[in-house]
Nanobody, 123 residues
Framework: QVQLAESGGGLVQAGGSLRLSCATS????????MGWFRQAPGKDREFVAR????????YYTDSVKGRFTISRDNAKNTGYLQMNSLKPEDTAVYYC????????????????WGQGTQVTVSS
């Protein structure tokens, strides 16, 4: 069973950058898609980006296209989310999950959530 741990969040000014990491324990990502989601207070967990671990194929929600980049390091079995040009509306707790479902974009399709990492963008 995949178990994940997110890190790298913090407080940054609008326009700044952060890089989030998603490390696995237990099973590897090799047969999964890794997805990043975020959840703001009072809102549902929303899809941000995913990467197919084996092929590196990326997919993003429209609001982060051109600003965020998802990637993975096979040797470290760790995924990343590089976030540039951050906006106050990006403020949320960010989570990573693993899914064996092709095209998964719903939080219910992912497993192995960690504790999340807080990203706060000040204006």
């Amino acid at each position: 069973q995949v178990q994940l741990a997110e890190s790298g969040g913090g407080l940054v000014q609008a326009g700044g950058s952060l890089r989030l990491s998603c490390a696995t324990s237990g099973r590897t990502f090799s047969n999964y898609h890794m997805g990043w989601f975020r959840q703001a207070p009072g809102k549902d967990r929303e899809f941000v980006a995913r990467i197919t671990w084996r092929t590196g194929t990326e997919y993003y929600t429209d609001s982060v296209k051109g600003r965020f980049t998802i990637s993975r390091d096979n040797a470290k079995n760790t995924g990343y989310l590089q976030m540039n040009s951050l906006k106050p509306e990006d403020t949320a707790v960010y989570y990573c999950g693993a899914s064996a479902i092709v095209g998964a974009m719903s939080a219910i399709e992912y497993r192995g959530w960690g504790q999340g990492t807080q990203v706060t963008v000040s204006s």
